[in-house]
């Protein structure tokens, strides 16, 4: 078995997208939750509830701490009542990845001091090593090579998209920790597109109108589709689509680069494609002009500025922000 470079993750980011990438290439009906801020302590969980997956990545992790202070939290969320009970009422089982290698004296704390407190709390708890994530990843080379072989640039996790936005100067950092308002209408169109046979939905509109908040909403309004932030340059650079899985969604944001866009077509023309699809943003309508009556494509949106209610809300919270 080829060793692997656990080097080459350098984040909790990139470490929670790879725990979704092995749950969803082994049970496409796992519910997988990538947006960053408060989480109800859990990244993802089984289609009836009842196992829940943690992804833990730390530089010097303390296992058992972690376990401990996830479990206060858990404890308060399943109490009568929490606005958080809902997603944990079903729950029988915690599993954690973490990014550390095991050995007797952490397993002897694991089994001694975490199990018998989840086991009061009504819970069993589970534990993914790397030891153990590392055999998970020799079923699935594909994500191997994805993660491990220098393809890690071709598509991000909707936290990882976050984080590249705002290295790249092109997302400020209080921008999706904005209130997401006044798109109600387009998030429609995205959720019949995704119940439709289309596979290209475009959207468009003017610098700063808001197409990457959009595109990156998009991404959690169905739980049907794995939902993934394409990077187009590093795609132009082969068969990039044979790294996603089926039922994903990936956005791509096309207003600096259009020339993925032709042979993004072409690809879609295969039938081993039949359940991916893609939402695009556009600074111009004329870039995907010459493919609108092409069957992959949906009927544009686009995108306008808000009214005046919805701006003033936006407007209130940057005053409470920046001078209360």
């Not at 202070?69 to 915690?94: C, D, F, M, P, Q």
């Not at 993925?260 to 494609?273: C, H, M, W």
């Amino acid at each position: 078995m080829d060793k692997i470079n656990w080097n080459l993750i350098t984040s909790g980011e990139q470490f929670e997208s790879l725990m979704h990438s092995l749950l969803y290439a082994s049970n496409k009906e796992i519910h997988l939750f990538g947006r960053p801020g408060r989480d109800a302590a859990q990244d993802a969980c089984s289609k009836d509830g009842s196992v829940i997956y943690q992804a833990k990545y730390r530089k010097n992790p303390d296992l058992v701490a972690i376990a401990k202070g996830e479990l206060k939290s858990i404890a308060k969320y399943r109490k009568r009542g929490h606005a958080n009970n809902k997603y944990w009422e079903k729950a029988k089982t915690v599993v954690f990845y973490v990014n550390i290698r095991m050995n007797p004296n952490i397993q002897d704390k694991w089994d001694s001091e975490v199990s018998p407190l989840y086991l009061k709390e009504g819970l069993n708890v589970g534990l993914r090593s790397l030891e153990q994530i590392d055999n998970e990843l020799h079923e699935f080379p594909h994500l191997i090579d994805a993660y491990f072989e220098h393809n890690t640039d071709l598509y991000y996790s909707v936290n990882e998209a976050i984080e590249y936005l705002k290295s790249n100067n092109k997302y400020t950092s209080e921008s999706f920790s904005k209130t997401y308002v006044g798109r109600e209408k387009e998030e429609e169109i995205i959720r019949k597109f995704l119940g439709s046979d289309k596979k290209i939905l475009p959207v468009y509109g003017k610098f700063g109108i808001g197409k990457k908040r959009l595109l990156l909403e998009s991404l959690s309004l169905c739980d049907d589709y794995r939902g993934i932030w394409g990077l187009p340059d590093a795609m132009n650079k082969g068969e990039w689509l044979q790294f996603f899985p089926s039922k994903t969604l990936i956005a791509i944001d096309m207003t600096e680069s259009n020339s993925l866009l032709a042979g993004i077509v072409e690809q879609l023309n295969s039938k081993r494609f039949a359940n991916i699809k893609l939402i695009m943003a556009f600074n111009q309508v004329i870039d995907f002009e010459k493919f609108k009556l092409n069957a992959h494509f949906h009927e544009p949106i686009q995108l306008s500025h808000l009214n005046e209610k919805d701006s003033l809300v936006l407007l209130n919270e940057y005053a409470i922000n920046h001078y209360i």
